[in-house]
């Protein structure tokens, strides 16, 4: 059973251009959550999505931020138009339920914006 | 605004001696805490989570809960230099059960 696989591991975007990052959850897991971690920061919430379904995004930026998980294929973290001020780690999360009790991280994304 | 406070550090401490981790949250509404070490330039990883007042022990860790004082602390025994790391501290709240509200964690540096 593999864990929660996000790609890419780390993604070069230059300012305005747009960033996709990708996550599969576990099998079996139908709850995704991303969290956005800046250095020597703690996570920040950011979306929580079940298939097909935005469940909560009030972490996330109301502009060029969006995230889609659809009933095939993994979830989507999309930011258009990057900026500086988006370089960070993305981590995804998985669990089989909507509780955060058991939830799985995959390693991130680091994205740089150049 | 929910916060969960830790000391930033680094925290050192020699081999072989126990290392204690502090948290701090606000919310009194706050039912499941949880405790994630993070290696540099790698995801987190749950160690422990704990929902009643008291001690909950797994191997060479140990978590406390006060709910009272709300404080949640994690006591690592017999310190290995494979702890070194980041420890971060999340919080899940009654009103948003889904959404663990982390702290920015503690860097542990254990020493030879």
């Known amino acids: 059973n593999a864990g929660v696989m996000q790609n890419p591991r780390h993604l070069v975007r230059r300012r305005g251009q747009e960033a996709r990052l990708r996550c599969s959850p576990m099998k079996g897991h139908s709850h995704v959550y991303w969290y956005r971690q800046l250095p020597e920061e703690g996570l920040k919430f950011m979306v929580y999505?079940?298939?097909?379904?935005?469940?909560?995004e009030s972490g996330m930026p109301k502009e060029r931020f969006s995230a889609e998980f659809p009933k095939e294929g993994p979830s989507i973290l999309r930011i258009q138009q990057v900026v500086r001020g988006d370089s960070a780690a993305y981590f995804c999360?998985?669990?089989?339920?909507?509780?955060?009790?058991?939830?799985?991280f995959g390693q991130g994304t680091r994205l740089t914006v150049v | 605004q929910k916060e969960v406070e830790q000391n930033s550090g680094p925290l050192s401490v020699p081999e072989g001696a126990i290392a204690s981790l502090n948290c701090t949250y606000s919310d009194r509404g706050s039912q499941s805490f949880f405790w994630y070490r993070q290696y540099s330039g790698k995801s987190p990883e749950l160690i422990m989570f704990?929902?009643s007042n008291g001690d909950k022990e797994d191997g060479r860790f140990t978590a406390q809960l006060n709910k009272a004082s709300q404080y949640v602390s994690l006591l690592i025994r017999d310190s290995q230099p494979s702890d070194s790391a980041t420890y971060l501290c999340?919080?899940?709240?009654?009103?948003?059960?889904?959404?663990?509200?982390w702290g920015a964690g503690t860097k542990l540096i254990i020493k030879p």
């Open positions: 999360a998985s669990s089989p339920t909507g509780l955060d009790t058991e939830a799985f």
């Open positions: 704990i929902y």
């Open positions: 999340a919080v899940n709240t009654l009103d948003s059960n889904y959404q663990l509200i």
């Open positions: 999505l079940q298939k097909e379904n935005i469940i909560d």
